[in-house]
């Protein structure tokens, strides 16, 4: 059975996509002193920008040598929300807003944890039960669990498509990239890594290679956020340029933060033979260990 430390990890992964939603909710729309239920997506005088560059495509199935990935700004948390509030001429205090967020963040979870579906301007939030059943369940099977789903409305798309302008920055010239990591056993990417079970790793440049030299040395590693030795993947199932497939390493605390730390000889850019020396990758996400 899942620990009770791991259905509050899985909690928070949650209510960080409640966050991820409600922070363009702030940054989006000049809100008035109070805090209203509604958005006017008819501004006119509201441009977003956001840069993207070419990366080599990472997926089995792509038709096409790239995909765009957005230059992302540094990843912010609900104080550093709250920070921006005077950029966007937003005329609540940052303090207000990061208070406004933590009790709406906490009242998000319990409300959808307890069947509600919850409907915004920009978002509609609901519980999921996974599985396919026969009708004489009197529980769930082991390991699965519900999941909350979430859709952007059809109003947000719209701004979208309307107000943000893409521009392109070229290549993105990295020698291999970890892209994403999706854990098989919560259905969650970018998040969680389940200890012992399956992680699945796109990118480009990742096959794990080395001579006996470097043998040792290489590998993919999970390197703690807050001062835990780095731990390294055992058990690679899958092993490939574009595609790695791990067993979580027991070595993981739970609870605690991890970013993916890929080490090889091999080149990124697909030759046979051996780089002299080994290159890394590390990922931009963080992954908190659940048992």
């Avoid at 805090?35 to 089995?60: C, E, G, Y």
């Avoid at 406004?100 to 959808?112: E, N, Q």
């Avoid at 920009?122 to 059943?133: Q, S």
């Avoid at 731990?231 to 791990?246: F, G, H, M, S, Y």
């Amino acid at each position: 059975m899942r620990s009770e430390q791991g259905k509050k990890t899985l909690l928070t992964a949650h209510c960080s996509l409640f966050l991820a939603f409600v922070t363009c909710y702030l940054l989006i729309a000049n809100l008035k002193k109070e805090f209203t239920m509604s958005i006017d997506f008819n501004v006119k005088d509201i441009l977003h920008r956001i840069q993207v560059r070419f990366v080599h495509a990472f997926l089995p199935d792509a038709k096409k040598p790239y995909y765009l990935r957005a230059v992302h700004q540094p990843e912010l948390d609900i104080h550093g929300i709250a920070s921006k509030a005077e950029v966007y001429n937003i005329g609540t205090s940052p303090k207000v807003i990061e208070e406004g967020f933590t009790a709406g963040s906490v009242l998000a979870c319990y409300l959808a944890a307890d069947g509600y579906r919850l409907n915004t301007p920009l978002f509609k939030m609901k519980v999921k039960v996974p599985g396919e059943y026969d009708g004489s369940e009197t529980h769930l099977p082991h390991g699965v669990y519900p999941t909350v789903v979430l859709q952007a409305t059809a109003q947000f798309r719209k701004y979208l498509r309307e107000k943000v302008k893409i521009e392109f920055d070229g290549v993105e010239q990295a020698d291999g990239l970890v892209v994403e990591a999706y854990d098989e056993a919560s259905e969650m990417m970018d998040e969680v890594a389940t200890i012992g079970k399956l992680l699945t790793i796109h990118g480009f440049g990742l096959k794990i290679e080395a001579d006996d030299t470097h043998k040792n040395a290489v590998g993919l590693f999970f390197d703690s956020e807050i001062g835990y030795p780095p731990v390294k993947a055992d058990i690679i199932a899958v092993n490939q340029p574009r595609t790695l497939k791990v067993i979580v390493p027991a070595g993981l605390k739970e609870g605690s933060p991890y970013k993916l730390r890929v080490v090889t000889q091999s080149s990124a850019k697909g030759h046979s033979s051996l780089l002299k020396q080994t290159r890394e990758m590390r990922s931009d996400f963080m992954l908190t260990a659940l048992a």
